[in-house]
């Protein structure tokens, strides 16, 4: 396990939800409060789900996004905690706000003034 540079400590028991769902929420969150895209995730061992081949297929509901962070399993954690955040060693990569407009690279304003 390895210590995170900056991390946002995310609660969620809701038993309705997906793993998925619950870790994009968790990221997302960071996103707004932190400024910076998330890598890895940190929960407790009992929640993170067994590789895929162990478990019986089953379709994934459309709403159910992929779960893009690396798990961790944390043993400190209790069930229902999810420690989000960049790892140390990891560069820092600016989060996009969907909310803001788009800022033009360098090449494209030049397209657009020429």
């Known amino acids: 396990m390895f210590m995170m540079v900056s991390g946002l400590l995310w609660y969620d028991d809701d038993t309705h939800r997906s ?3 619950k870790v994009a929420e968790a990221a997302q969150r960071y996103r707004e ?10 929960l407790n061992p009992s929640l993170i789900p067994a590789p895929a081949g162990a478990r019986p297929h089953r379709a994934r509901r459309k709403e159910e996004p992929a779960i ?3 798990l961790e399993p944390n043993e400190h954690l209790r069930p229902h905690y999810f420690y989000v955040g960049v790892l140390a060693g990891e560069r820092l990569k600016r989060a996009i706000d969907p909310r803001s407009p788009r800022r033009k690279s360098r090449a494209e304003e030049a397209k657009s003034a020429g």
């Open 19 to 21: 793993l998925a769902i």
């Open 33 to 42: 409060r932190v400024g910076y895209e998330p890598t890895t995730c940190q």
């Open 68 to 70: 893009s962070l690396r």
